[in-house]
């Protein structure tokens, strides 16, 4: 799904938002889907109040879905409930529920009516991935032990919309070769078999948390955007004060500057001169748009590569 950056909904036209039609965010509204596109990772909802935004629509991002879905989508016609969100440009759903306001749930329901299964929806198969292209959306599973009915090869094919990411669609994750997995398995409509939701073991989530052991600390905190890669949406944040960190996030951090300096070194270049905390574009919080030099307010991680942020907004 189109998951980067700030996405769609912001400003074209260089509008402030000072500019923009404000919104109470605070109000609930009820809607019907307009269109939504299930890949792509957007659509359209229609208010079922009138002259609330410009045209009566709002653009709706898979990321406001409250769903329980590892795909969360919404389909045309949809009755939802959701409440608005102050843009740069127009305002834009967010937090999107059904219309008695439980979470979206219907990927479950479309597979049962839709798919084949070998055993049932609920059968789970063990595995090792072989390889999965994230450019190319596929992959390959080689099963563990037995295959578990006849016509099923050793290796099996995985795509993309059957990796649980945890509903990340865009901008997923790199996975490594040769980590266990756990799956169903599908017999399509012209007797191929293929992976049906590949998770970590137990049903977890192949999310980064997961898959690079993400622990988040408590806390908010501020800084500037010391660097920003707004092509391939990542940068640096060098926090206001770095003392207020968390004991466990100032230990991360010293020894990710410690390494960092050190391949300097080896490569016969400055390392750097100030701790700095990393940030990517799936962190942001919807809407925001980022420069270097930017007052910002963010929450902190610490995974496998260091110190990361989360939650950022313009300050």
Known sequence: MGKGGSGRGGSRNGASRSNAKKVDETVRYQGTVKNYNKLSGYGFIKLDKTGVVDGDEVFCHWKSISSDDRFPFLHKD??????????????RAWSVTLANGDNVSLQDENDAKNKTFVGDQNSRYKGTLKFYNG??????????GKVPAEGIGEDL????????????????????????????????????????????????????????????????????????????????????????????????????????????????????TAQSIYLRRVDLEPGTRLNSGMKVKFSVYVDDKGVGAHRIIVQ
């Open 135 to 144: 450019k190319a959306g596929y992959g390959y599973i080689t099963i563990s």
């Open 157 to 272: 094919r995985v795509e993309r919309a059957e990796v649980n990411f945890g509903g990340v669609k865009s901008s997923p994750p790199n996975i490594s070769n040769g980590i266990d997995v756990e799956f169903g398995i599908v017999k399509t409509k012209k007797d191929q078999y293929k992976a049906y939701n590949m998770t970590l073991p137990n049903g977890a989530e192949l999310t980064r948390e997961n898959l690079e052991h993400r622990s988040e600390k408590t806390g908010s905190y501020t800084g500037e955007i010391s660097f920003w890669n707004w092509r391939q949406g990542w940068g640096f944040i060098t926090p206001s004060n770095p003392n207020t960190l968390p004991p466990a996030v100032k230990t991360a951090l010293k020894k990710q500057m410690d390494a960092a300096v050190e391949k300097a070194k080896k490569n016969g270049k400055e390392g750097p």
């Open 78 to 91: 949809l009755k939802v409930e959701l409440s608005l969100k102050n843009t740069d440009d127009k305002p």
